[in-house]
């Protein structure tokens, strides 16, 4: 749909790129799908911790309901709504659709790739110091099986991860570089594309996690030729917990085990009609090797329905909509002599999440009486848009550090 409304610039981010933010009829439209967000007096920043179910959802899940109530045999139903949702999925993130898998969540994806691995002791993989714990874990519990090492770049200096922050932890028993693509407590946009570049022809692995990326920006994970990716559909794309998914480069499959780290019915290519086991096991020849025949069908109609809905508004209006918030966020916090944490270049920055530094402990109860959401983190508050947040949402917020601050609530 066409727009109408001023632009909003990123020179407060010292770049000439140019952000606009959706016209007043699209956000009031857009609003009105978050029933949330009805009142004023509720102001919804949160979207990273996680998104506010959206009427389109509800709707899909309502009729969920309605066949699981009243329908004598729903599953087969939901089973190819399910399959639809991930060729969509695929297409969404372009890459082919036996490439990708259904998971439990970015934890079981993440998982699934590093133990299918070929480790032998002295081996090593790098990781950023403030990598997600979803994921640093599953490297160290695999330090303490395997003899894994585990390297840990330094990164309170790092303003934005790309190849040169990691190569002087490579080496030649490098096995695999974990990164997030979009970091959960700072909001830097690490150069993944670069990384991939840099070390994947030396037969590294790069191991990536979109959970806060996906749904706030078009991804080509082909372009971006990493290794894997894993990602939980509960953040961007709005869907209820409990569904993710994990993509494996078709090329990197041979160079893993063959034997899954879990292994069920889904993973068999040559399952019998009648259901009985047999020795004779051979495993799909695609990520689907990697697939459960069980799964959350009820967060897989959902992710249908939000993929639509994402599609239908467009990935890259939605980018500019949030960067847009975020420029007029920083600009407004400069008047307050505050400024987030991290680079003001949008190459450097997620399109959503924006970190404000106030740190004393009365900020969470300040907040919460103001019936303001924002998500505390170690670096300060975490300030993370939607597509149905508006300008309003950035006063609303901005008033409420003034208010704070009015109080005398110190920023440290």
């Given at each position: ?31 009105s799908l978050v029933p949330a967000l009805a009142s004023d ?114 990164d309170d200096t790092v303003i934005a991860a790309d190849a ?249």
């Amino acid at each position: 749909m066409p727009s109408t409304t001023t632009a909003a610039t990123v020179e407060a981010l010292a770049t000439s790129d140019t952000f606009e933010l959706f016209s007043d009829t699209e956000s009031a439209s857009y609003r009105s799908l978050v029933p949330a967000l009805a009142s004023d007096a509720v102001t919804h920043v949160n979207s990273g911790y996680q998104s506010l179910m959206n009427l389109t959802i509800k709707k899909a899940l309502d009729v969920y309901l309605d066949q699981a109530a009243s329908h004598p045999a729903p599953k087969a139903i939901w089973t190819q709504q399910a399959a639809d949702a991930k060729a969509a999925l695929a297409a969404h993130v372009h890459v082919p659709d036996d490439s990708l898998v259904y998971t439990r969540d970015t934890t079981e994806g993440l998982n699934l790739f590093q133990r299918s691995l070929h480790i032998k002791p002295g081996d090593n993989i790098v990781v950023l110091a403030g990598e997600h714990p979803n994921h640093a874990y599953g490297w160290l519990a695999l330090r303490d099986e395997t003899g894994l090492e585990v390297r840990v770049v330094p990164d309170d200096t790092v303003i934005a991860a790309d190849a040169d922050t990691f190569a002087p932890y490579v080496d030649d028993r490098t096995l695999c570089i974990g990164l997030s693509s979009v970091m959960f407590h700072s909001g830097q946009l690490n150069d993944v594309r670069s990384v991939s570049d840099r070390f994947r022809s030396r037969g590294i692995h790069v191991l990536v996690d979109l959970t806060q990326h996906i749904g706030l920006s078009d991804i080509d994970l082909t372009s971006l030729n990493v290794s894997a990716a894993a990602f939980g559909a509960h953040k961007g794309l709005a869907c209820p917990t409990g569904l993710g998914a994990l993509y494996i480069q078709p090329g990197v499959l041979a160079s893993l085990k063959p034997t899954p780290p879990i292994v069920g019915a889904g993973a068999v290519a040559n399952l019998r009609g009648d259901l009985v086991a047999q020795g004779d096991v051979q495993y799909h020849s695609t990520a689907q090797r990697y697939a459960h025949f069980n799964m959350c069908l009820m967060s897989a109609v959902a992710l249908g329905a939000s993929l639509r809905l994402l599609e239908d508004i467009g990935m890259s209006r939605i980018e500019s909509h949030v960067r847009a918030l975020g420029c007029e966020l920083i600009k407004r916090l400069d008047t307050l002599s505050i400024s987030v944490v991290g680079s003001r270049n949008a190459h450097q920055r997620s399109p959503h999440i924006y970190i404000v530094p106030l740190l004393h402990a009365d900020w969470a109860s300040h907040f919460q009486e103001s019936q303001v959401y924002v998500t505390h983190y170690r670096r300060g508050v975490r300030v993370s848009f939607g597509f149905y947040n508006s300008v309003q949402d950035v006063t609303s917020f901005v008033g409420a550090v003034e208010k704070g601050l009015a109080k005398g609530i110190p920023t440290k």
